[in-house]
């Protein structure tokens, strides 16, 4: 069976949640505020990473609300200072039933792209929500990440030969590296209704948090590049490349989705 290709069990696990956190939360926050979560939701957050959003949707829902989130590998969201209303699960997405019913709002980000079986699992999420309730996926279209400046020509290549392995890897574990696009598509056929989707992208210089990213996404799995033909000296190169001021490359592209499960018999019947 296919396997989340960055086991969060990982040392890498933890600085790939600090980029994601830095580069997207602020973005996904305002998103999340679109769909009019207020205090006394229900929310789900799966595959939840460092719990950053999950954190925050419990300070939206305060203590009337409450907040669970699931993820594969939870030891990077064990956080002592938690609050009752917020609950971190150990918890399989493919696997193992759903944690509740009658969700106002589940959220996902970079978790679906990652699963051969995101189809079935985008329908169960649209199950899970009341009536009138929200889901929002956010995903990343891997296909258009331009190098913006490069100190050369080779340097730009370098970058695009290792990116394609890597993108070639995910492939191979069940991910879908476009994902991105077809996901508002997805969501109107599993049924949600007032859709809309936004995109966030942002230049990311060498040194800077966001590009980070690429580092911990090449280094945890260096061997398996290496059966891609990227060498150890390629890798090293690509690395140093990555500290470099001069190189810039365009972040991955956010595909912020959301949509709402309809009313029974299609009426708004406001919460
Ligand atoms: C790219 S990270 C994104 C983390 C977080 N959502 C964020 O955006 O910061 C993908 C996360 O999904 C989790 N994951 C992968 N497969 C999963 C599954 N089957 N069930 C639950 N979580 C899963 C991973 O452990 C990892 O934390």
Redesign the pocket.
């Known amino acids: 069976m296919a396997r989340?290709l960055?086991?969060?069990a990982d040392v890498h696990?933890g600085g790939?949640?600090t980029a994601?956190?830095s580069c997207?939360?602020p973005f996904?926050r305002r998103q999340l505020e679109l769909t009019g979560l207020a205090r006394g939701w229900r929310c789900l957050?799966?595959?939840?990473?460092?719990a950053?959003?999950g954190d925050w949707l419990g300070e939206c829902v305060g203590p009337q609300g409450e907040v669970t989130v699931?993820?594969?590998?939870p030891r990077?969201a064990a956080s002592p200072q938690r609050p009752a209303h917020v609950r971190l699960l150990r918890?399989?997405?493919?696997?193992?039933p759903l944690p509740g019913k009658d969700y106002d709002l589940i959220h996902?980000?970079?978790?679906l792209?990652?699963?051969p079986q995101r189809i079935e699992v985008l329908k169960r999420l649209v199950a899970a929500l009341r009536p009138g309730g929200w889901l929002v996926l956010?995903e990343f279209d891997c296909g258009w990440t331009p190098v913006l400046a490069a100190p050369d020509e080779a340097s730009a290549s370098l970058f695009d030969r290792v990116h394609s392995a890597l993108m070639g890897l995910l492939e191979k574990a069940g991910a879908d590296p476009l994902w991105g696009r077809r996901v508002l598509g997805a969501m109107a056929a599993a049924g949600l209704q007032q859709l809309a989707a936004t995109t966030y992208a942002q230049a990311w210089p060498g040194g800077s948090a966001g590009i980070a990213l690429h580092h911990h996404n090449t280094d945890q799995v260096a061997d398996r590049l290496a059966t891609s033909g990227v060498s150890t000296g390629d890798l090293e190169e690509f690395q140093t490349l990555l500290k470099r001021p001069d190189f810039v490359v365009n972040s991955y592209p956010l595909i912020s989705a959301r949509g709402r499960r309809t009313y029974e018999n299609d009426k708004e019947v406001p919460r």
């Open positions: 989340y960055f086991d969060s696990a790939r949640f994601l956190e997207y939360d996904s957050e799966i595959g939840g990473g460092s950053s959003v699931t993820e594969l590998e990077w918890h399989d997405i493919v696997r193992d996902a980000r970079l978790v792209l990652h699963l956010e």
